[in-house]
């Protein structure tokens, strides 16, 4: 009922107030539950509060195209630093939800994520980053060596900015298991609700690495437990995510999948198998309760364990100081979204110091090389 009170209201309504309050009835809502009600008061007493928890309670209506422009305004979008892939998260990985990058080992999903850390960093001079690292693949000397040869960095080292300034808000804590994990987020929980640290009070993107990790050797038949833990991280996680206004990011490894439908068949999480590159031999970790946590989640995969296999062509790519760097094909697949279309693809070509990716897929998973030396001829010498 404070909401009520606060309002410009005369004394003998805010003594019925305190006697409602007195009786139990704290909120509107009370209020319209509670029969008969517990007052002695004038009834035109009560047709006042009545108004009031109308007007606490009114829902107000709003114009499609205004909602529209709300809606708009609250999302906003970290960029992974890199074009194909955040119009493959249908604009970045978005303030207020968790997204997953999800494969088998070596197929880019690392150096993405610190591509996006160093890339939020850079662009706000506020922001901060937390990396939970339960694997050991956090590498400050490797974030270094990004943002120091890669061209997507180029123009802020014009600027002056270094890679020490940009580290210098990215702070790395090491989780050895899912129940640490528990106490990471309750205390980055309270710092955020008290707003008592700086580098909290900035943060802007939460990176745990990985949950597959932490949560795999507690969760199978007949491991409740471990279900309830990872499940209340979960829900912690977004819960804060939303509360607090950063994004969240996963990293999470595949396993061996069992699933073995033919072209049109259907799997229960991804939809068509034929739109994620035919059967699928590996699949998230963590199985299907899992899944439905994060909001978007992303599948790497090495593009030779597809219809693709045997196509070994080497890539080259010089940046702009003249560094050569081999490059590396895999396939990247929405595996779960309520943004952008299941099955929806982009190649990503990894190099010691690049990630690229460029809108140029089919269904088929056939890249357009000349794209690709369009782009490249453009970032080196624009």
């Excluded at 003249?322 to 396939?331: D, N």
């Amino acid at each position: 009922m404070n909401q009520i009170a606060s309002t410009q209201c005369d004394q003998s309504l805010r003594k019925t107030i305190k006697l409602l309050e007195g009786k139990g009835i704290t909120r509107p809502r009370d209020y319209l539950l509670k029969h008969p009600l517990p007052l002695s008061s004038k009834e035109s007493i009560h047709e006042e509060i009545k108004h009031k928890v109308a007007e606490a309670l009114a829902c107000p209506l709003t114009a499609g195209d205004v909602a529209l422009e709300e809606e708009n305004e609250r999302h906003v979008f970290l960029s992974t630093g890199c074009p194909g892939m955040d119009e493959l998260l249908g604009g970045g990985c978005l303030i207020g939800e968790m997204t997953e990058f999800a494969g088998a080992p070596a197929t880019g999903k690392t150096q993405l994520a610190f591509f996006t850390a160093l890339t939020t960093a850079a662009a706000d001079p506020n922001a901060t980053i937390l990396y939970i690292d339960s694997s050991n693949s956090f590498s400050a000397s490797r974030m270094s060596q990004l943002f120091t040869f890669s061209d997507r960095f180029d123009f802020l080292r014009t600027k002056g900015m270094n890679a020490e300034y940009v580290l210098s808000r990215i702070k790395c804590i090491q989780c050895p298991d899912a129940c640490k994990l528990l106490d990471i987020l309750e205390e980055l929980d309270t710092k955020l609700a008290e707003k008592s640290d700086p580098f909290v009070s900035q943060l802007n993107l939460v990176i745990i690495d990985s949950v597959g990790a932490l949560f795999s050797p507690m969760v199978g038949f007949g491991q409740t437990r471990g279900y309830v833990v990872m499940m209340t991280v979960g829900h912690m996680l977004k819960t804060m995510a939303m509360r607090y206004r950063f994004a969240a990011m996963t990293l999470n490894y595949g396993v061996q999948s069992d699933f073995r439908g033919g072209k049109g068949s259907r799997n229960a999480v991804s939809g068509p198998v034929s739109d994620i590159g035919g059967q699928l031999r590996t699949k998230p970790a963590l199985g299907t309760t899992w899944s439905f946590v994060p909001n978007i989640r992303l599948f790497f995969s090495d593009i030779n364990d597809s219809e693709n296999a045997g196509d070994d062509e080497v890539l080259s790519y010089q940046n702009r100081q003249g560094l050569i760097t081999a490059l590396t094909k895999r396939r990247v697949v929405v595996y779960n979204s309520h943004r952008t279309a299941i099955g929806s693809e982009r190649i990503l070509f990894l190099g010691s110091y690049e990630v690229m990716s460029f809108p140029d897929t089919t269904n088929t998973g056939q890249w357009n090389r000349d794209l690709f030396v369009k782009s490249e001829n453009a970032q080196r010498h624009s």
